[in-house]
């Protein structure tokens, strides 16, 4: 076999004959001892050839160029000038492949690559610890998305990327041939989410690629991310936030149990609060304007505004919700007491937006009359429309950007450190 074990497995099997594979990090030649750093993706491990101990032909293959891939048998055994307190003792190394040109970065972090060098050579960034810390933490965060919502008793749905209309309104879509007839890549599987809970599927959850053909060069938007979404039955907002508020606490204490690693190697912090407080627009407006901060109400909060929120609320994770009506999305509920507010509501977390949701509108009329103050065409959204007269239930739902919130809890600055293969205005490869 090529390999029996990973490296932060081999570690705790110390007099045992086995085999690790991966990739050369670094050799040192001291003549009649040698040392090679072999690394895989759960750790690294000190290979120890000495001379007279080893085979001559064994001694010479300790030297290999950086970023050779190898696979090693022998024994780990107990060491005191190893980092990890352990060494690998070789009784045989095979070469799978030698780097036929010199690789784009240093892969051990000691000298600092740009980004854009990174993101050209992705697939040689991917091996670097810091890489692997964020997307070791991602790994986390779907997988206590997907635990907590099966919990809850719902379902796990698949809704179409490939549409025949915005899902959302507006025009930054990106436009497919499909076959015939012009379609779309879909910005959100809203309508779709809806309709299957309009199907009696009650409460569902998704984790799907969304794409808006929007000309930003932000450090906090891509073109296509991941969504993990939730649309809930027989619901209003309140529920919807209830569930939201259990979903995300539970995703930070599975990275804080799972990531202990990845997060001190990151540098960072992960308080795990007991409650996320909320507070309504108005509040936060008034809030701003109490302060001399100047922002009128019916307005969309800025990243200057949500800036100035995080630093006055000092508050980790936040609601906002209700808020008006005209700058939200035209699916979201109007408040019955005030049809300029609707039942709509954002998560923040230090200060930035990773999730939003809402009350939907389950009568058609009220829908139709949304779209038209809109400026839409409600015959673009007749299937979605004539699903609401044959009964519908009230419902609600939310939406994580998992990028987004990978990024606040890794501490990153750029959000494309955050998606595997990034695709923004100007990025189509790797």
Not at 115 to 131: C, G, K, Q
Not at 161 to 179: H, M, N, P, R, W
Not at 272 to 288: A, D, G, N
Not at 411 to 424: M, S, T, V, Y
């Amino acid at each position: 076999m090529l390999r029996t074990h990973y490296i932060n497995e081999a570690i705790k099997e110390s007099g045992s004959e086995l085999a690790i594979a991966g990739w050369v990090q670094e050799t040192r030649n001291l003549g009649k001892i040698r040392f090679l750093l072999l690394r895989d993706r759960t750790g690294i491990i000190q290979i120890t050839s000495k001379e007279g101990i080893s085979s001559p032909e064994l001694h010479a293959k300790m030297d290999l160029p950086n970023e050779t891939v190898i696979c090693v048998r022998g024994k780990p055994v107990p060491s005191k000038i190893a980092q990890a307190k352990v060494e690998f003792i070789p009784s045989h190394i095979e070469v799978l492949s030698t780097p036929s040109k010199k690789v784009p970065l240093d892969v051990s972090g000691k000298i600092p690559s740009d980004i854009e060098v990174r993101l050209n050579n992705r697939h040689v960034d991917l091996r670097t610890s810091h890489a692997s810390a964020i997307f070791s933490i991602e790994h986390t965060i779907m997988g206590a998305f997907r635990e907590a919502c099966t919990k809850e008793g719902f379902l796990e749905i698949r809704p179409p990327s490939i549409v025949a209309a915005a899902t959302e309104g507006g025009s930054d879509l990106f436009k497919v041939q499909y076959f015939e007839r012009d379609a779309y890549l879909a910005q959100s599987p809203q309508l779709y989410k809806q309709l299957a809970v309009i199907g009696g599927m009650d409460k569902v959850f998704m984790s799907v690629p969304v794409f808006r053909a929007e000309k930003h060069n932000t450090t906090s938007h891509l073109n296509e991310v991941l969504q993990m979404d939730v649309e809930i039955g027989f619901a209003d907002h309140i529920d919807a936030m209830d569930m939201l508020e259990k979903v995300v606490l539970q995703i930070l204490n599975e990275v804080k149990k799972e990531n202990e690693k990845e997060l001190k190697l990151l540098n960072c912090a992960l308080p795990t609060p007991e409650k996320i407080p909320r507070h309504t627009y108005s509040q936060l407006v008034e809030l701003l304007q109490k302060n001399n901060h100047s922002f009128e109400w019916g307005s969309d909060f800025s990243r200057e505004d949500e800036a100035k929120i995080f630093s006055l609320l000092g508050e980790e994770l936040y609601f906002i919700y209700e808020w008006p009506t005209a700058i939200r999305a035209f699916y979201s509920m109007p408040s019955s007491a005030n049809p300029k507010i609707c039942n709509a509501f954002d998560l923040c977390y230090r200060g930035m937006e990773i999730a939003s949701g809402a009350q939907r509108i389950h009568a058609p009329e009220i829908i139709e009359a949304q779209l038209l103050s809109r400026g839409l065409s409600a015959a673009d959204f007749e299937f979605y429309i004539d699903a609401f007269r044959v009964g519908a239930p009230p419902h609600a739902g939310w939406s994580i950007g998992l990028e987004r919130i990978a990024m606040c809890i890794s501490g990153q600055k750029n959000i494309r450190e955050c998606a595997l293969f990034p695709r923004d205005r100007t990025r189509l490869s790797p």
